[in-house]
């Protein structure tokens, strides 16, 4: 499964074709990604947290799986947030071309 971690570059599949998309993060500060997607176009099969260290409060990255539903060109929009409210720390756009 092919891999992506950077929003210049846009993201081509195939229909039926599963990707994954990492995003560098750290859940134990409250903040973790939210993914927004068109659900007619790609379908979020999972998500997990990959840690760089063993420490507590390790940093890493955040892998989100997606599988491409139909031809066409969207968007994945990535908000780095904490998740009871506020505005979002960062934001993501991956731009997804399925053909």
Known sequence: MRSYDN?????????????????????????????SVDSSYLELVGREFEPRGEGVGAGGHE???FRAQAAGETEIIFEYR????????????FRVVIG
């Open 7 to 35: 929003p210049a570059q846009a993201i081509q599949v195939a229909p039926g074709e599963a990707f994954a998309v990492r995003l560098a993060g750290n859940p134990t500060t409250g903040y973790t990604w939210q993914a």
């Open 63 to 65: 892998v989100f799986r």
């Open 82 to 93: 904490r998740p009871w409210g506020g505005a979002a720390r960062d934001v993501a756009r």
